[in-house]
């Protein structure tokens, strides 16, 4: 199942399988062949029936199932050596644990054939190892006459969260993907799929929301979003409109408590079936990388804002650049703000990660900056996308939150007068190497190490002793001095905050804008 984070503490869940029926008889033709499907109009105050619809697109979804081979390590037995050890022979006979153990796993989903000779469209997570140190062994499709079929993976993608596998078969009924551009807010949508194992469900609602962006990022943060009921087990299933058009695959749910509330999210069929398209060519999926951390929480807020002296939810703000990466030789900075790229302006529902990504590899990237309030621009040769997994490689260690208990022993601000940062509430002193060292930051950092913290200044809750600060409003500091003279030019400009570059142990530097008193 698919797990990703929203704004709230709800959860984006993967969501839908689906079984099918197949009908008897072989099919040469689409099953939603323009005219296949006939109206129906409703009654004076009555709903419309989608059962002929319905029975004409159930036989081309279909059930898919994997089998997964599971490799943990087992726990360590605390109690080895002791008299008590044998009681607890589970948890691996030693202090340093017993040799990993294999147990076998599962996972169900749905998907769509879009061809009679056995293609089948389908999310990326349902064919993907299900939890860590898992391998998928065999895929399964099984269609509505309960006969099973062997499925090879022709092409999957991560970002996308789309897959086409295939089986072999010849005459099978399928449906196409129709145009999802042209679906609009209160439309009716169907659902197929097969929730919580219950088997084949219809559920049908209206389109709640199109473009729907769910804070992921990435090229494929736009979603058909529906209320049509889609739980766990309909991931991979399809979307259908009342013509019988695929405009959407199934994909996600938004939920407090893991079932369905109301909120569903499809990729569109415009997203979905280029992706297939390149799958069935033998294709890959590229996409355009040029090598920033972004600031979290998207577009510039009113803090931020207010300390940078811009407009509010104008572009997004690099934490970090890539050393030798694509923006860091066009000149990009740390602190920068972007507000457009090749001229579209990066908003809320059109951020810089989703901009960029389609831009294609090897293409020139125009990047409209703001640089210490004034503007810039540069020229970035856009890269490939790296795999997720190198990504996730590149942006790991041991970071630990800004603002977030994080063990500190005496993190509790202090009544004390600061001894210099005075007008922001803390105490600084240069960064020495072995004050580096104690840290727990890279020897190479300059800045200055926050001594303490007022509790009665905005910055108690967003840093804490230890903290290293490098930047003031873009203005690197390497003593007390430099620090306050940043934020009196702050000041004396009129700005009520100073937006901080600062550094927490082994983890990506951040910007926190914080308050002058």
Known sequence: MRYAYAITSALLLGGAT????????????????????????????????????????QPAVVNISTKQTIVQKQQA?????????????????????????????????????????????????VISPGAQGATV??????????????????GKDQESDLALLKIDAADLPFVKFGDSNGARVGDWVLAIGEPFGLGGTVTAGIISAINRVTGQG????????????????????????LSGNVIGVNSQIFSQSGGNIGIGFAIPAATAKPIIATFMKGGTIERGYIGVQLQPGGTINEDTAAALGIAKN???????????????????????????VNGQAVTVDQSLSYLVSNVKPGQTARLDILRNGKPASANVVV??????????ATLGGDAQGFGSEDGDDDDTGSTAAPTAGAALGIGVQPLTPAIAQAVGVDPTTQ????????????????LKRGDVIMSVNGTPVRTAADMQTAVTTAKTAGRPQVLLQVKRGRGPAQFLPVKIK
């Open 447 to 462: 800045g200055v190490v926050i001594a303490v913290v007022a509790q009665t200044s905005d910055a108690f809750g967003k």
């Open 218 to 241: 990435g090229a494929y943060d736009r979603f058909i979003q529906t209320d049509a009921s889609i739980n766990q087990g309909n991931s991979g299933g399809p979307m259908f409109d």
């Open 137 to 154: 062994d065999s895929i399964t499709v099984t269609l509505s006459n309960k006969k099973e079929y062997v499925a090879k993976v022709i």
């Open 314 to 340: 104008q572009g997004e703000l690099i934490n970090d650049v890539t050393a030798g990466g694509p923006a860091a030789k066009a000149g990009v900075r740390a602190g920068d703000v972007v507000t457009r």
């Open 383 to 392: 890269a490939p996308r790296p795999s997720a997994e190198k990504l996730a």
């Open 18 to 57: 689906a079984t099918l029926a197949l009908q008897p008889g072989t099919a040469q033709v689409a099953q939603n062949e323009p005219g296949a499907i006939q109206a129906v109009s409703p009654k004076p105050g009555a709903p419309m029936s989608f059962a002929d619809m319905v029975a004409r697109l």
């Open 77 to 125: 037995n605390p109690f080895a050596g002791t008299p008590f050890g044998d009681l607890f022979g589970g948890m691996g006979g030693g202090p340093q644990g017993g040799p990993p153990v294999k147990r076998e796993g599962a996972s169900l989903g749905s998907g769509f054939l879009i061809s009679p000779d056995g293609y089948v469209v389908t999310n990326n997570h």
